[in-house]
């Protein structure tokens, strides 16, 4: 268990050297800055970008179609990759990545009327 977990460690390694050198040349989002943080994948970057838009793990459940369980599985696993500890530090962080924006004082003034 420990070997598998050690070859795919060096594999990640070396396919972030091998992009860093321009050997790998792809043009996925991520790769322009859209990218959630340090090794991301693409689900929990939707999962970032809805938990900071205000879903809860039930509404963003039903829009992907799996469970709450796995909702709660994603947000742990990203708050411990990004070293948050509250929802408030994940939509800071979304805000701070460009993920989701800052609503302007007209708009937070508009939704309360």
Known sequence: MKERAVDRERAVVAHDQASE????????????GKRAGPRTTPREFEIIRLLAEGKTNKEIAAHLGITVRTVETH????????????LAEIIHYAMRQGIISAPSVAEQFANQK
């Open 75 to 86: 947000r742990a696993k990203i708050m411990l990759k990004l070293g948050l500890h509250s």
């Open 21 to 32: 050198e321009g050997f790998l040349k792809t043009s996925s989002w991520h790769q322009h």
